[in-house]
């Protein structure tokens, strides 16, 4: 590694970076997924981290566009190790060498990413994952620590694996009975102590949301910090909130095992505002306020009164994320898709919020329900299931942002969220003569009637007829596949 770059990540480790900080001395965290049919461009969303005082962020996956906009940015990274890959890395030290020298090392050296941990693995212990990733996950952690010291950069980047809370739990329904789940207790000790052994954390996913979607009988106020909850008593400390709770489950489960002061890392935390009758912008708005204040406050747990750090999730909606947990998948960001503000959150210094600059978007067009058309055509349910099998329909469902809209109303959001999808593109919003392209914007109370960015896909192509519709999940399913690694190849900015 060249002399000159160590000397400046040294005065950028001292200043903290380039702007960016909430408040002196504080900077923010958060999670950049890119799952998306229309992503934010790269050097766009890194201008919306910096001006929103965000100076760590996490990724999921290695994109060359998104690694290069972050160059030289004062961003810290944490990146992702997708769990498809921990099969070849466990098998071969030389696979894991030539993934460091392409993704960390080339990105650190030429570009200047101050890359500092690489997450192997994403929520591999899962149990809905069924013991898939197992016997793999130690094995790749040991491979990419050991790639990272043949080229250099095992001091300067550590390792760690972003694991689900469900890892560990307490029998006592109390924190201080906490312990690691007993199908992978021996894995956990291992994987903690390798971590410990190399100075790297152990970062946990922790969702209060999930445990009010989970069970409608649970206390709605334990899940934010407002303190209005009947507490959990545990000994001589009082627990009025699930974040506390849970994290503190953690330490205990660590203390009981001999790891008293493993660095820990929260590597997801968040609340969803669509797609569900709990995710909403009024409680989104609410636990991130919260989780914000204790971040720039640098507060603590009972049980361990150092601050973690927290890497909110996420920065934006993504739209072609499965839906598999839920709709609410789709609608984790602090902003809409294109980096606009969802509701007012204050970062530091009296600072709110500000949405990103220079997108460009698709002409202003959206396609609905033609005034003649007749919500009883025969023609009309398959066409907007046609519509929302290619396109993201997950604020139409109960309890969603558009929850409330009439039969035609219904069908106008599907064609449009489909007509937008499709870029504008020729005959995509042709459904057997139910539609219309407009230029006033449908939309309606908390309904959004989206108009996508503009990623240059718009002159040509044909869309595909919606009397194929009737092909089946197959097809579905390969158009998907398709379309994933098409982002995938194009690095997330075709």
């Known amino acids: 590694m060249a002399l000159g770059y160590l000397v400046w990540?040294?005065?950028?480790?001292?200043?903290?970076?380039?702007?960016?900080?909430?408040?002196?001395?504080?900077?923010?965290?958060?999670?950049?997924?890119?799952?998306?049919?229309h992503p934010l461009p790269p050097d766009i969303t890194v201008k919306l981290l910096k001006d929103n005082g965000f100076n760590k962020v996490k990724l999921f996956e290695a994109q060359p566009a998104v690694l290069k906009a972050l160059g030289n940015s004062g961003i810290q990274v944490m990146l992702g190790i997708p769990n498809d890959f921990l099969a070849p890395l466990a098998s071969s030290v030389g696979f894991a060498v030539k993934w460091v020298s392409q993704n960390v090392?080339?990105?650190?050296?030429?570009?200047?990413?101050d890359i500092r941990y690489i997450a192997?693995?994403?929520?591999?212990?899962?149990k809905t994952y069924k013991d898939t990733f197992l016997q793999t996950t130690f094995p790749a952690l040991r491979n990419i620590q050991a790639a990272l010291i043949k080229a250099g950069l095992g001091v300067k980047v550590k390792v760690t694996v972003p694991l689900n809370a469900d890892v560990y739990q307490t029998d006592?329904?109390?924190?201080?009975?906490?312990?690691?789940?007993?199908?992978?207790?021996?894995?956990?000790?291992?994987i903690i102590k390798f971590l410990s052994d190399n100075d790297g954390p152990l970062t946990i996913n922790i969702y209060p949301y999930l445990s009010l979607y989970a069970d409608p009988h649970f206390p709605v106020d334990y899940a934010f910090f407002s303190g209005n909850s009947t507490p959990i008593v545990d000994g001589s400390i009082s627990y009025t909130n699930v974040f506390e709770a849970n994290y503190d489950t953690l330490i205990w489960a660590l203390e009981k095992n001999g790891f008293p002061s493993i660095p820990v890392i929260i590597g997801e935390v968040g609340w969803p505002t669509d797609g569900d009758s709990s995710a909403n912008l009024q409680y989104a708005q609410k636990f991130n306020q919260g989780l914000l204040d204790r971040i720039l406050r640098g507060q603590g747990t009972p049980k361990r009164s150092d601050a973690p750090d927290i890497y909110l999730f996420g920065l934006l909606d993504e739209d072609a994320k499965s839906i598999q947990p839920g709709n609410f998948e789709r609608h984790w960001g602090i902003f809409y898709f294109d980096g606009t503000v969802k509701y007012p959150l204050d970062v530091g210094n009296n600072k709110t919020l500000v949405p990103a600059k220079g997108v460009r978007y698709l002409e202003r067009r959206w396609c609905v329900m033609a005034p003649e058309a007749n919500i009883l055509d025969p023609n009309l349910t398959e066409s907007m299931n046609y519509a929302c099998t290619y396109a993201d329909c997950t604020s139409l469902g109960y309890g969603s942002s558009c929850s409330r809209l009439d039969t035609r109303s219904n069908a106008?959001?599907?064609?449009?969220?489909?007509?937008?999808?499709?870029?504008?593109?020729?005959?995509?919003?042709?459904?057997?003569?139910?539609?219309?392209?407009?230029?006033?914007?449908?939309?309606?109370?908390?309904?959004?009637?989206?108009?996508?960015?503009?990623?240059?896909?718009?002159?040509?192509?044909r869309a595909p007829s919606p009397t194929s519709s009737?092909?089946?999940?197959?097809?579905?399913?390969?158009?998907?596949?398709?379309?994933?690694?098409?982002?995938?190849?194009?690095?997330g900015v075709c």
């Open 412 to 461: 106008s959001y599907a064609f449009n969220m489909y007509y937008q999808t499709m870029n504008h593109q020729k005959d995509s919003c042709v459904f057997s003569n139910l539609s219309v392209i407009t230029s006033i914007n449908p939309s309606q109370g908390t309904c959004r009637f989206e108009v996508m960015i503009d990623i240059g896909k718009h002159e040509t192509s």
């Open 172 to 190: 006592s329904g109390v924190p201080s009975g906490g312990d690691f789940r007993s199908d992978i207790h021996a894995l956990m000790i291992s």
């Open 105 to 113: 090392s080339t990105y650190v050296s030429k570009y200047g990413v």
């Open 120 to 126: 192997v693995g994403n929520e591999p212990f899962l």
């Open 9 to 37: 990540m040294l005065l950028l480790s001292l200043i903290g970076g380039e702007g960016g900080l909430g408040v002196e001395g504080v900077g923010l965290a958060c999670n950049w997924g890119t799952i998306s049919t």
């Open 470 to 491: 009737s092909a089946g999940g197959l097809k579905n399913l390969a158009i998907t596949v398709i379309f994933v690694l098409i982002l995938i190849i194009c690095g």
